[in-house]
């Protein structure tokens, strides 16, 4: 099984997504985890948004990525710009790669738009982080 961490700066929104939807599609395939350079909470609009999917996110936590430090990764995938930058150096084969997507935490104006902004990011990492690591966890 590939295993595979999603990185953000704070654990809150991308990553946590990211995970929730991975675990959710790849189930048997892939197994990810998402931490954070910089740990916050999780977004209660990035659990809204993966709930319309029928994905529970409620009882994820945000972490740091010292809080994984044990855990060998086959993949570490950064999903923001700060955490490439800073993203910690992983032992052994671990293979890093960038996918950035834009932080929804940022958007402005109305409640509906602002989910608005959440559901294209979440739709977004599922177009193109699932083709991904299917073809990755084929490969193996």
Avoid: Y
Wanted: hydrophobic share 40%.
């Amino acid at each position: 099984m590939l295993k595979v961490l999603f990185l953000c700066t704070e654990n809150a929104c991308r990553s946590q997504m990211a995970e929730g939807l991975v675990n959710h599609d790849l189930a048997g395939e892939v197994k990810a985890w998402s931490a954070g350079v910089r740990p916050s909470r999780v977004n209660p609009r990035a659990v809204q948004v993966m709930g319309e999917l029928g994905i529970d996110i409620r009882q994820h936590r945000s972490k740091s990525v010292d809080d994984l430090a044990g855990e060998a990764f086959d993949l570490v995938i950064t999903v923001c710009d700060q955490a490439q930058q800073q993203c910690p150096i992983f032992p052994g084969e671990t293979e890093v790669m960038h996918v950035g997507f834009p932080d929804p935490a940022k958007a402005t104006g109305t409640e509906e738009k602002v989910i608005a902004v959440f559901r294209q990011v979440r739709d977004a990492m599922r177009a193109k982080m699932i083709p991904l690591l299917r073809e990755k966890a084929g490969a193996r």
